[in-house]
């Protein structure tokens, strides 16, 4: 069963940046898939970013384009989100995911609040 901890949430102010951190352990077998997803109040989850463990992007969304940055740390299973340039539209729950081999697990959450 793999856990994954999440941290880097928090309050900001328009313009802020945030870096959202996720560190995976107990994995049995390789981690293929690292990404964030989120979700605001009254919508649905959403991809924002997914990278895989050998540092290749597969996927960011339009909407954080130019202004997020994901990275990852293959070697200690640790996926980064760096979000620059924020905004109150950004605001959002951020869900860390993570596919290992067929399997798809996701971290508690962390709260995203932007606002002046």
């Known amino acids: 069963q793999v856990q994954l901890v999440e941290s880097g949430g928090g309050l900001v102010q328009p313009g802020g940046s945030l870096r959202l951190s996720c560190a995976a352990s107990g994995s049995r077998f390789s981690i293929n898939v690292m990404g964030w997803y989120r979700q605001a109040p009254g919508k649905q989850r959403e991809l924002v970013a997914q990278?895989?463990?050998?540092?290749?992007?597969?996927y960011v969304d339009s909407s954080v384009k130019g202004r997020f940055t994901i990275s990852t740390d293959g070697a200690k299973n640790t996926v980064y989100l760096q979000m620059n340039s924020l905004k109150p539209e950004d605001t959002a729950v951020y869900y860390c995911?993570?596919?290992?081999?067929?399997?798809?697990?996701w971290g508690q959450g962390t709260q995203v609040t932007v606002s002046s």
């Open positions: 990278i895989t463990s050998g540092g290749k992007i597969n």
């Open positions: 995911n993570v596919i290992e081999s067929i399997n798809s697990y």
